[in-house]
């Protein structure tokens, strides 16, 4: 008989402990710096949640809590929110010239462009996009949700980090300076704003696609 687990998390859309995987996901899933661990026990976890909230430092030797990314898959959405934005990414050639931009998926106006930028790779473009738009419209007071088809674009920024081969260079200067800075407004801003899996099966290709499979 499998064994219960226990989901504890600090940070996300509710914090406490869940007692299934689908209850914790609900928490974790889409929001930016999520946080969570499981524990085979009920007070293990409670011992774990008390500790974060005092914001104690715990050492790996001490083998209580160990901080997890978001590693979640994240699924298509069944329904289209014509009020909001998507967002998408080309790079020719990997790595090659990479641009992105975003649209308002009501109207198909681009809302933002950028120009494409040397020896990059389609995935930091993707990360790219996605904080582009949460700033624009943290700017524009607007809380409407952001469209991306790239899985890995949205983990990237749900966990406020970049997991790329792709070493920094004279060459791409341009598109690190880019990652640095979206990096750095992840960590000092707060968003709302939802971050949806675009549905390609059941809606085609996500607006802001560059067209050029």
């Keep these: 008989m499998a064994s219960n687990k226990y989901y504890a998390v600090f940070k996300g859309r509710k914090t406490g ?9 609900e928490h974790i899933t889409g929001f930016s710096g999520a946080l969570y661990k499981s524990f ?7 011992v774990a949640l008390e500790l974060a909230e ?16 978001t590693k979640t898959k994240i699924f298509p959405e069944k329904e289209l929110i014509m009020d909001s934005v998507c967002v998408d990414a080309s790079c020719l050639g990997n790595p090659g010239y990479v641009e992105y931009r975003g649209i308002d998926t ?8 950028k120009s494409p930028m040397p020896n990059g790779t389609n995935n930091l473009g993707e990360f790219l996009a996605i904080v582009h738009a949460l700033a624009y419209l943290n700017k524009q007071g607007r809380d409407i949700p952001i469209y991306s088809d790239s899985e890995v674009g949205i983990l990237w920024v749900i ?8 070493t920094s260079s004279t060459d791409n200067e341009e598109i690190f300076n880019l990652v640095d800075r979206a990096l750095k407004w992840l960590e000092n801003n707060e968003y709302t704003n939802r971050i949806l899996k675009w ?3 059941s809606w085609g290709d996500i607006p802001a696609d560059f067209g050029r499979k």
């Excluded at 402990?17 to 996901?25: A, G, L, Y």
């Design 17 to 25: 402990i869940f007692t299934s995987w689908e209850e914790c996901d």
């Design 106 to 113: 009501a109207t198909r106006k681009v809302i933002f462009h």
């Design 40 to 46: 085979k026990t009920r007070e293990e976890a409670e």
């Design 54 to 69: 005092q914001n104690f430092i715990i050492t790996s030797e001490q083998k209580e809590v160990k901080w997890q990314e």
């Design 199 to 201: 549905n390609t099966v």
């Design 159 to 166: 966990n406020k980090r970049v997991r790329t081969k792709l």
